[in-house]
């Protein structure tokens, strides 16, 4: 039973900041590559950020490199983002997930970016 808890979203002005958290459950979290994904309405679900099993590596996509950073904690099994000069485009809700598989999904937290 894989389980993913997003939160630390909310609403903020341009240019503001967040930090994303998720707790993850149900696999040997440290084993696997994770990522973060975001969704707007009438939008498909895209994929934002990406880490390796050991955090030693990170990709991301072009519309937020320079701006988002994604971090992991092993011993917490947690997975972080860490978002700064935010645009009204960054608004969305947010999900985290495994890399190599994306069944099941948790409630995710809403990031609105607005003035």
């Known amino acids: 039973q894989l389980q993913f808890v997003e939160s630390g979203g909310g609403l903020v002005q341009p240019g503001g900041s967040l930090r994303l958290s998720c707790a993850a459950s149900?696999?040997?979290?440290?084993?696997?590559?994770m990522s973060w994904y975001r969704q707007s309405p009438g939008k498909a679900r895209e994929l934002v950020a990406t880490?390796?099993?050991?955090?030693?590596?990170?990709d991301y996509a072009d519309s937020v490199k320079g701006r988002f950073t994604i971090s992991r904690d092993n011993a917490k099994n947690a997975l972080y983002l860490q978002i700064t000069s935010l645009k009204p485009e960054d608004t969305a809700v947010y999900y985290c997930?495994?890399?190599?598989?994306?069944?099941?999904w948790g409630q995710g937290t809403q990031v609105t970016v607005s003035s």
């Open positions: 997930n495994r890399r190599d598989i994306a069944f099941y």
């Open positions: 149900g696999f040997t979290f440290s084993s696997y590559a």
């Open positions: 880490i390796t099993s050991n955090g030693g590596s990170t």
